[in-house]
């Protein structure tokens, strides 16, 4: 259906197509089939390795604040008891003794902000974030992807290591530099995006998508507890470290980045005869080409469009709050330590980061198998991704003190929250390839309003008492709502095929000989 809808458009059909590929490669099955190794050590998956450790970084990078405020501010709370804690505390987890009726709770820190200055400052991250990425998407059409990526990632890093010095200046220097921290994280998706639209054949959508931003995951993995263990040494007090820290590892990545990475097959100077070919001849030809022009009002108007913003509003929602909640909520109501809370806030994305690799792996093999169709795949992966997981957040509000329990519930729902990764996050690639840039752009506009929401949803529902199950009950049943009611639209009108207005061809695509 799809090839007779392009002949229709493009006014030739795919047996007039003229695509020269090098006289040792064409027609060879090296074009047609490419070994597992040479695909695993090709010059376009170690665009995925440095995009993997890329968005480690970003991800590291958001989520070591939400760490670091725990030791970076002082808690004075006087608790009011009776002669037995409430019904809706858990009395092993006070940090309270419970023969007293008032108590006085005391951690050491050093900067007094209260939680609505701690909200702004979890939040401050997606304040400019949305503002950003359309327009990075449009640039990366015409400029291309590379050195916006690169330089973005950079300079987030480099901001980041600034973050001690903003600090001791005030709580606002930290706001704004939280926002630009977020400007510069913004501009690196829909560039690496657009990157993939130029290197990443058909059926390695998943896979190679999956690798490359799973990197995100295991930065919510690594952070955690590498932030807490180094808050807790007495080196400038401890919670810079971790700034310090992400700072450098950037600059090195960049290195790195500059050195492997290039903008197509045709301008890397390392890469094989048979990869150019291979990646040619699976990149849809008459698709993979810059458009300049870019279709806004079919983009607005389009169903799958706003089913992929639905559904990437509803994964950031939960990534978000749970990111820079659940720091808080081991402390405050299952009483853990700054190390124990970073080793256990990074189990659940231990979990999510494993569980990408293999959904992807597998909606890659039914899909190029032609067992499923790559729509039902990318609905059938949401799915799980929103409706398991949320049936586990529902679980984790009603677990109660049984703070083993929660947790199991916790990582349990973050392991099929991972099967996002082959639904909606790898979908702007399915619907323009071309334009892969700009619907990530938009999708991630999306996410951005989640990301500045979920933390004010989060300090709304527990400022009453941060301590109290019932509060923290109310914001797992949301994060699972969140989730059913964007994935619920894209189920109904979410797409896996190729947009008719992303066919921007006009004449039979013609490869020179390489």
């Known amino acids: 259906m799809e090839s007779l809808i392009k002949e229709k458009l493009l006014g030739y059909s795919r047996e007039e197509e003229t695509v020269l590929l090098p006289r040792n490669a064409l027609f060879s099955e090296s074009v047609a089939v490419e070994s597992f190794w040479a695909k695993m050590t090709s010059t376009r998956f170690t665009m995925a390795y440095m995009g993997f450790l890329g968005f480690l970084l970003l991800y590291s990078i958001r989520i070591t604040m939400s760490v670091a405020l725990v030791s970076m501010v002082t808690s004075n709370e006087f608790t009011v008891l009776n002669d037995t804690v409430g ?110 639209g130029q290197w990443v054949p058909k059926y390695e959508r998943s896979s190679f998508s999956t690798l490359a931003f799973s990197g995100s995951h295991l930065g919510n993995v690594v952070a955690p507890p590498v932030a807490g263990y180094l808050c807790t040494l007495d080196l400038f007090r401890g919670w810079p470290l971790p ?139 949401q799915a799980i991704s929103s409706v398991v997981s949320g049936v586990f957040l529902i679980g984790a509000a009603f677990a109660g003190c049984d703070a083993m329990l929660v947790i199991v519930l916790i990582i349990s729902a973050s392991f099929f929250f991972g099967a996002h990764y082959a639904g909606s996050l790898s979908n702007s690639l399915d619907l323009a390839p071309n334009y892969a840039g700009i619907l990530s752009a938009i999708g991630n506009t999306s996410a951005s309003a989640a990301g500045f929401i979920a933390p004010f949803v989060v ?56």
């Open 243 to 381: 700034f310090y820290l992400l700072g450098l590892c950037s600059v090195i990545w960049f290195a790195f980045w500059s050195y492997l990475v290039y903008e197509s097959p045709k301008e890397h100077p390392r890469i094989s005869f048979q990869e150019q070919a291979y990646i040619r001849a699976n990149l849809e030809p008459d698709l993979c080409g810059n458009s300049y022009v870019v279709p806004w009002s079919d983009i607005v108007k389009s169903k799958p469009v706003f089913a992929l913003a639905s559904a990437r509003f509803a994964d950031n929602f939960f990534s978000v709050g749970l990111t820079t909640s659940l720091s808080f909520f081991l402390t405050d109501v299952l009483n853990f330590e700054i190390t124990s809370n970073g080793v256990l806030s990074s189990l659940p994305w231990i979990a999510c980061f494993v569980s990408t690799l293999i959904f992807a792996c597998l909606s890659d093999a039914v899909a190029s198998r032609s067992l499923l169709s790559v729509t039902f795949v990318r609905k059938y992966c």
């Open 459 to 514: 300090d709304l529902l527990i400022r009453s008492d941060v301590h109290s199950n019932d509060t923290w009950r109310q914001v797992f049943i949301v994060f699972a709502v969140v989730g059913w009611i964007g994935s619920s639209l894209f189920l109904l009108f979410g797409s896996g095929e190729v947009q008719i207005w992303a066919i921007t061809s006009s004449t039979p695509p013609v490869y020179e000989n390489i």
């Open 87 to 196: 019904y809706n505390h858990c009395p092993e987890n006070q940090k309270v003794p419970t023969n007293t009726s008032t108590a006085f709770r005391e951690n050491s820190g050093t900067f007094d902000w209260t939680t609505t200055e701690k909200a702004n400052i979890l939040s401050s991250y997606y304040y400019l974030r949305c503002f950003f990425l359309i327009p990075t998407g449009r640039l990366a059409v015409t400029q291309g992807g590379k050195h916006i990526c690169g330089f973005g990632i950079l300079l987030a890093g480099i901001l980041t290591s600034l973050t001690p010095l903003a600090a001791y200046c005030g709580v606002w220097y930290v706001v704004i530099g939280r926002m630009l921290v977020g400007v510069f994280d913004a501009v690196s998706y829909p560039a690496f995006f657009h990157l993939m």
